[in-house]
């Protein structure tokens, strides 16, 4: 097992080594995708994905990743409030549109998953959206609304993907699964609002920062896991689970010292070991010797591309393309997708690498577009004072 568990946590290092430098394009999870791949199906078969414990750690990772995902919208923050309008305007004209381009797509290339295809192109992607975002220092009054619109679309696509692919085929069971989970969470975040203020917990807090205990990464665990186990027990999906965990973390604003603690216990291990695992699953040759499931990729890209620009344009948002290109980005669901998918038996090796690779390529318009916002924020700076007018001070 150990053996095993080396050789992923080593291709997982491929991951940060490609995104490495400042003009490093690639996101980390691309290189953990390949190595996945090399070592996998695909390549030269060295990981059996599942083989025990692997699949477990696999479900573990799964529900990191969509916490780290969560853990990026605050829906109670100044700017989703301030975009929120024209946010879920841009959302409903995506979903609007991709319905047609769902049908259109299932009907032409016969995945038959139509719901599911429009869901995927509706969404966006705040774990891959909001990082650049950091990483661009993009500001201005506008940003309200490319951040508002892909909150909204995280938590929207977030609910309904798993719903498309309900293995029992009832998808009122599913519901009700994502209904006691947001319930749960719920109660959860008002009992830790009430709590943090007792002396009790505010002592346990002080002392185990001193003595090095980790008590919130403890408790944020044990908040992840029981959303998760609820999910299992009702037929629902550890994404909703994975995701609102994060948002019920958000909102009680805790220090930045568990943000580290837990991002080192998720993407440190679990999430790589995810997403290297999936790459290992995914059957590229399948996809590569499909001219059709070649199609679904592009054409899934392309249509997210399409929609999300007609949308900002809609919203009467001024740079319209380049918000749309940085809204477009999707990998997490495309990959959630395909992880479910394949684990309930609804998609074939060919279509679920189609879902990743088709989430991949938005990446590229993604970046793209986050490079135009950046330069158009540059652009917008006050010009620097002349003369013998003082600057303001900073």
């Known amino acids: 097992m150990f053996a095993q568990l080396t050789i992923l946590v080593l291709a997982g290092v491929a991951g940060p080594l490609l995104a490495f430098g400042r003009r490093g394009l690639i996101p980390v999870v691309i290189g953990e995708l390949v190595a996945g791949s090399v070592l996998g199906h695909t390549g030269f078969g060295v990981i059996n994905s599942a083989t025990q414990p692997l699949p477990v750690l696999s479900a573990i990772g799964f529900a990191m990743l969509m916490f780290s995902a969560g853990t ?11 975009g929120f309008a024209r946010g879920l305007l841009a959302l409903a004209v995506v979903a609007v549109t991709a319905v047609p381009i769902g049908l259109l797509l299932d009907h032409a290339l016969g995945v038959g998953h139509p719901a599911l295809i429009a869901v995927i192109v509706t969404g966006s992607s705040a774990a891959i959206a909001f990082p650049i975002i950091e990483e661009r220092n993009l500001a201005g009054p506008n940003l309200a609304f490319l951040i508002a619109w892909v909150a909204l679309a995280d938590s929207v696509t977030v609910v309904l993907m798993p719903l498309t692919l309900a293995k029992s085929g009832n998808p009122l069971e599913a519901i009700g699964g994502d209904a006691a989970i947001i319930a749960a969470g719920t109660l959860v975040l008002l009992a830790a609002r009430r709590a943090r203020h007792q002396r009790f917990v505010q002592q346990m807090r002080g002392e185990s920062l001193q003595r090095g205990w980790a008590w919130q990464v403890r408790i944020s665990l044990v908040l992840l896991l029981g959303l998760s186990a609820i999910a299992q027990e009702t037929g629902a999906s550890t994404l909703v689970a994975g ?15 568990l943000a580290v603690q837990f991002s080192g216990v998720a993407n440190g291990f679990f999430v790589p070991l995810f997403f290297v695992l999936l790459g290992a699953e995914l059957n590229l040759r399948a996809l590569l010797t499909s001219p059709s499931r070649i199609l679904l990729a592009i054409g899934l890209a392309a249509a997210a591309v399409v929609t999300h620009v007609i949308a900002a344009r809609v919203a009467g948002h001024e740079r319209y393309v380049a918000t749309g290109l940085a809204a477009s980005a999707q990998l997490g669901m495309p990959a959630a997708a395909a992880s479910l998918g394949l684990s309930t038996g609804l998609l074939g090796p060919a279509e679920a690498a189609a879902l990743v690779a088709g989430g991949c390529l938005t990446l590229i318009p993604a970046t793209v577009g986050s490079l ?14 002349t003369g013998n007018a003082p600057a303001p001070s900073n």
């Not at 990026?72 to 301030?82: C, E, F, L, T, Y």
């Not at 135009?372 to 004072?385: C, E, I, M, Q």
Request: charged share 20%; proline share 8%; no cysteine.
């Open 72 to 82: 990026h919208v605050d829906i109670g923050s100044p700017a989703i409030r301030q």
């Open 372 to 385: 135009l916002l950046a330069r158009g924020s540059k652009a917008a700076a006050p010009a620097p004072r």
């Open 243 to 257: 995701f609102l965990a994060g948002m019920v973390l958000v909102r009680l604003h805790e220090s930045d010292h």
